[in-house]
């Protein structure tokens, strides 16, 4: 039996659908694993060993109905479940899973107010659509694969941060995700640890600004490592600290201790630190502090984000409270969270 997953983006989302991967790839060992995605996230899946093959999309999708179509692929799964896997499934003429976008309960949510979300991980919603194949949660939470050979070393990582150091994500594919510089600097003004700051390119001149509180203390690392080295920059922190981002769901691959902050989404629509079996409300995960201010209002107000806060005054990020998250990776960094994966404190080499 030959099998093609979707999901075409992006960096989080992709990662949260590795558990279908392995657990499809152990219990049903007589099932080829291909992969359809962009060929920008190739770095996300390039290195999983539970995938076949990979399909890299870099233009158009109607561009690839050809070389899909040769597979003769007799399931598809649709993680993406948008107007452009309809015209794959719809070319393929294959009989297709696509999991639940839930997309009334999330307007429910961000206009109403009215949570009929269930209390469960959009990895469990990406699960159901293998559980006709016999296929189950295994519960060992994410997977991400780091390329074999050389990582990094004591010259890629400041002698200061030799000894350990707090992950700061503070990219976000919305500004409305991304916690003000402000808010940063007031952090980092707390916190007793030497701190990391992780993001791409367009992240820098923030983190340049974050950075001019104390170059000693505060390392911006934003735009001088790819993916896959700010992913291994993540598994050698002590905790993580992090916007809802793809660097958030690679820091639970790795069972970082993490505290997510929550700006106009909420981890209500499914998409929180995810490590196994373990849900929003009523199993939360020993490893995991939610920073959220449920007291405003407005939150949340879009299931994806926007440019600027359209009530012009970002509540929701600029009134989280930045001691608490202190004391919180304070307590974690002396205290290690148990978890199912949680990575080695190794030191670089």
């Known amino acids: 039996m030959k099998v093609l997953v979707i999901r075409f983006s992006s960096i989080g989302d992709i990662v949260l659908t590795t558990p279908v991967l392995r657990c499809l790839r152990e219990q049903r060992p007589d099932i080829q694993i291909h992969y359809l995605t ?51 499934k719809k070319a393929l003429k294959v009989p297709a899973r696509s999991f639940p976008k839930l997309n009334i309960q999330k307007w429910l949510l961000t206009n109403l107010k009215l949570n009929m979300m269930p209390d469960i991980s959009i990895v469990d919603r990406y699960l159901e659509t293998v559980s006709s194949l016999g296929v189950k949660n295994d519960g060992k939470g994410l997977d991400h694969y780091l390329p074999s050979g050389k990582g990094l ?35 980092c003004s707390e916190v007793p640890f030497p701190v990391m700051l992780l993001g791409g390119p367009e992240d820098r001149d923030a983190g ?48 970082k201790p993490i505290i997510s902050l929550w700006g106009n989404t909420s981890p209500e629509m499914g998409m929180f630190p995810y490590y196994g079996y373990n849900n929003l409300r009523s199993r939360v995960a020993p490893q995991s502090v939610i920073m959220e201010r449920k007291e405003v209002g407005c939150h949340p107000c879009s299931k994806i984000g926007y440019d600027k806060c359209p009530r ?33 404190q190794n030191k670089p080499q």
């Open 38 to 88: 962009k060929i920008a996230f190739a770095p996300v899946l390039g290195n999983n060993p539970h995938i076949h093959h990979i399909h890299y999309m870099a233009g158009e999708v109607d561009e690839m109905i050809p070389e899909l179509s040769k597979e003769k692929f007799d399931l598809i799964l649709d993680l993406h479940h948008n107007l452009r896997t309809m015209r794959v």
């Open 153 to 187: 070393g004591n010259s890629d990582i400041p002698m200061s941060h030799w000894g350990g150091y707090v992950g700061c994500v503070i990219g976000g594919s919305m500004n409305t995700k991304k916690l003000p510089v402000e808010q940063w600097r007031k952090f």
């Open 208 to 255: 340049d600004a974050i950075a001019s509180l104390d170059p000693i203390k505060i390392y911006n690392s934003c735009g001088k490592f790819d993916l896959n080295e700010s992913a291994e920059l993540v598994k050698i922190s002590r905790v993580i600290v992090s916007n809802d981002t793809g660097l958030m769901h690679i820091a639970a691959a790795y069972g």
């Open 312 to 344: 012009k005054h970002f509540r929701c990020m600029n009134e989280l409270d930045m001691h608490q998250v202190s004391e919180s990776v304070i307590k974690m960094w002396t205290t290690p969270a148990s978890g199912n994966k949680l990575a080695d």
